[in-house]
């Protein structure tokens, strides 16, 4: 066994875990559909979620090539695994006995959903500058604006229709980037 089979163990651990509360969570909300006015930004923001596991997922195979893990490494990759755990996990509201306003419940939760996304985009620039050598200019900027938009989320949740959709568009603009 390589290391990094041994280290992506543990990675694929956690992001099977985050792509499970995720849709755990969006199960428990089609099930509770009668009491629930459900929110279309929502719905949005959990597969833009959706999409970083599974791009996190992907490119850990281009580190395949790395012969040399240090436990730093490792650590950020379990960082950022557990942060995109944490944003699927507030991605979306379980319904409870009342109801359930899906795009009030989502600019409430929503902004630890985008603080944890926050954080896993410095997670990013490690890796790309100093595990694949990547140009360090687009691998600072691309990031950046990911953070720049979570800050946004945050302080401004007022507008989360427009924050997830600016969302989307980022997130896919990363795929394309990436994969």
Known sequence: MTQHEYIFIAVSIILGLAITRLLNNAAMLLRGRDVINFHWSSAIWAF??????????????????????????????????????????????????????????????????????????????????????????????VPAIGIVLMALVISVPRFFRFWSVLFFIYSMSVLVLTV
Not at 125 to 134: E, F, G, R, T
């Open 48 to 141: 833009s979620i959706m999409l970083y596991i599974l791009q996190l997922w992907w490119v850990g195979w281009s580190l395949r090539v790395l012969q040399e893990w240090q436990f730093t490494d490792f650590i950020v990759l379990v960082f950022g695994c557990s942060c995109l755990y944490g944003a699927s996990g507030m991605a979306l509201s379980e319904p409870g006995e009342e109801g359930l306003d899906m795009l009030r419940e989502s600019q409430r939760w929503g902004r630890l959903s985008a603080l944890f996304m926050l954080m896993y985009f410095f997670v990013g620039p490690y890796i790309n500058i100093v595990k694949l050598d990547a140009p360090v200019l687009p691998s600072l900027i």
